[in-house]
């Protein structure tokens, strides 16, 4: 994980370099994200004011790795996959600065532990499914292909503990291809 992210923080320094470039929403993008979930951020933009953001990376880990769940607790970070279909638009005339919002769904593999094994500190390797919202804004760097945004949103399981919520946040950094 480390040498992905070493790798993408220097493409997106060298491409930041060598080329200019207005915001372009029509295109690929490709960044990373911290937060919950935290990794690699890929967007596809499509229409007039469509995306397809997914991202993948870790789960658990800013808002605490000990959290309580089922009847058990997770104690780790685990691995998520997330997607969502964003609906987006400009703010202002200069459209460096844009809105987006969406839904989608998310999977989850993390460690359960749970109390009825607590002495032994046994776990269970739990997969979740469940829906997730999202919304943020995003600004485009004028004549650079980089952006920087900053997001919300929520996650609500529906196996194996349904309507069990999460918030999310985040922040990151995407090179516009």
Not at 20 to 47: D, L, M, S
Not at 109 to 121: E, K, L, S, T
Not at 142 to 149: A, G, H, I, Q, R
């Amino acid at each position: 994980m480390k040498k992905t992210l070493s790798l993408l923080v220097v493409l997106l320094i060298g491409l930041t370099i060598s080329r200019q470039a207005h915001a372009q929403t029509n295109n690929w993008a490709v960044g990373f994200r911290i937060g919950e979930p935290a990794g690699v951020n890929i967007r596809k933009y499509f229409g007039e004011n469509h995306a397809f953001d997914l991202n993948f990376g870790t789960y658990g880990g800013i808002y605490g790795t000990r959290r309580g769940y089922r009847k058990g607790v997770y104690k780790n970070v685990g691995f998520s996959v997330q997607g969502h279909y964003l609906w987006h638009g400009s703010i202002g005339k200069a459209e460096t600065l844009h809105y987006y919002y969406g839904f989608g769904g998310q999977i989850n593999r993390r460690r359960y532990y749970p109390d009825q094994f607590r002495v032994g500190n046994f776990y269970d390797n739990t997969i979740s499914i469940g829906g997730s919202g999202v919304a943020g804004l995003e600004y485009f760097l004028p004549n650079k292909p980089l952006s920087v945004f900053l997001e919300t949103g929520a996650y609500v399981e529906v196996i194996p503990a349904p309507f069990f919520l999460g918030f999310q946040s985040g922040l990151g950094v995407r090179l516009n291809l």
